[in-house]
């Protein structure tokens, strides 16, 4: 489990609880439903956010993946150090490297074009999940370009399907903090607020809710957890690519005092080298490109060079 020294405690987050907004503020979207591609776009624009139903993956990788990963979270602390030493890694507290904590543990895998070596039953499992919320990545966002009158509807799609797509999983888990059963009118940041910097995010969780995201006024909304679906962030690069009229949304998570969550999170990239800016193929008549032209590669160093809260976008708009 996570284990914070009292001085480390104090300088995670502790925002004061505020009311809740309702959560029927987040679409639910049904894929099975004829005008299911209007509605995601809508959703995209609005709150850059929204909730997935009916999406074809079976409860049953779902479930087989989240036990694996508890198994890793479970293992004593050296051995988790020992065991996710690569490809990515595996680390806690620390949220990069510019001095963001938070009460989280965290796995982060590289995703290789190719199906990892069927070694141990976690690579089997792993390789059937990454096979299937890759496909629904696919399909939504192919149903995006769609609903933007994209003649070409693989515009988004390939760039995460690129064999040197640059596309991530990680697993986050938020033991419960017994340090919050002594304040009032408290909570703890397990996750900070910030934007994904990659294109797309496909997020599944236990059933310990936390998960929270930024209305355009700035009031937060929380997400109920749904272990059986799956919820959607449109992320910075999706955001450059329609100029804007997709919303990267901003969003955190906070702990629970008694539940663990977990959550597994598919972060679909594109290529190092590939240009990101406003696609000519949705661009209007006299519209103005909000940003300038930049490589992956040249937004990923911004990204993690920054604080979480940080808004990088902006060093790139024109």
């Known amino acids: 489990m996570v284990v914070l020294a009292k001085e480390e405690f104090e300088q995670i987050s502790l925002p004061v609880i505020q009311k809740s907004l309702p959560s029927s503020l987040i679409p639910v979207i049904d894929l099975s439903n004829p005008n299911s591609t209007s509605l995601i776009v809508a959703a995209a624009q609005e709150l850059g956010f929204f909730k997935v139903i009916n999406h074809g993956i079976s409860m049953e990788i779902m479930s087989a993946l989240e036990s694996e990963a508890m198994k890793f979270f479970d293992l004593p602390q050296l051995e988790k150090e020992i065991r996710g ?68 509807k693989k515009i988004f799609s390939k760039l995460v399907m690129d064999d040197e797509s640059d596309s991530v999983l990680r697993f986050n888990h938020y033991p419960p903090c017994p340090h919050l059963l002594g304040l009032s009118n408290r909570s703890l940041t397990g996750f900070g607020e910030h934007t994904d910097p990659q294109l797309i995010s496909i997020l599944r969780s236990n059933n310990t809710s936390g998960l929270e995201i930024a209305l355009k ?33 901003k969003h955190r998570v906070m702990v629970n005092g008694t539940r663990s969550r977990l959550s597994m999170i598919y972060f679909g990239g594109p290529p190092p080298g590939q240009k990101l800016g406003p696609s000519p193929l949705l661009m209007e008549e006299r519209e103005q490109s909000l940003y300038r032209e930049f490589t992956w590669k040249e937004y990923k160093s911004c990204a993690f060079g920054t604080r979480l809260a940080d808004n990088r976008l902006v060093q790139f708009e024109r």
Request: hydrophobic share 35%; proline share 4%.
């Open 85 to 152: 030493l690569s490809p990515l890694g595996y680390g806690s507290k620390k949220i990069g490297s510019n001095g963001d904590l938070g009460w989280v543990e965290y796995l982060l895998l590289e995703i290789a074009s190719k199906p990892k070596s069927q070694s141990s039953q976690f690579c089997s499992t792993l390789n059937d999940y990454i096979k299937a919320v890759r496909k629904l990545s696919v399909e939504i966002l192919e149903m995006m370009a769609q609903g933007l009158h994209i003649k070409e």
């Open 217 to 249: 006024d700035g009031s937060w909304v929380s997400v109920p957890s749904d272990p059986t679906s799956f919820f959607v962030n449109v992320g910075d690069s999706l955001q450059v690519l329609t100029n804007g009229r997709f919303r990267s949304v």
